[in-house]
């Protein structure tokens, strides 16, 4: 754990942030999506859904991309995509 995996979990302690996200360049030129969320939201679900795992409120995956701004607009397109379909 590097110190930069402190990071993604700063935002949640702000009023209204559910999920909060961290993307960098990993050692192989991809990059790494950390995901961290309240209770409710099931980020492993999300990461799983983008190739990753880990648990319900802390979750990650890597994206094939070395551009982390890219990554995270995937991410945000997949993430609005899952909640507007219904559940089963």
Known sequence: ????EGLVEQPL???GVDLAVLAKIDGAGRTRVS??????????ALAAS????GHTQA???LDDSSDP???V?????HARQSLSEPSS
């Open 13 to 15: 302690y702000l009023a």
């Open 73 to 77: 607009e995937r991410l945000l397109v």
């Open 59 to 61: 979750a990650a995956y």
């Open 50 to 53: 983008l190739g990753g795992g």
């Open 35 to 44: 995901l961290r969320s309240r209770p409710g939201v099931d980020a492993r």
């Open 69 to 71: 701004r890219l990554a």
């Open 1 to 4: 754990l590097t110190e930069a």
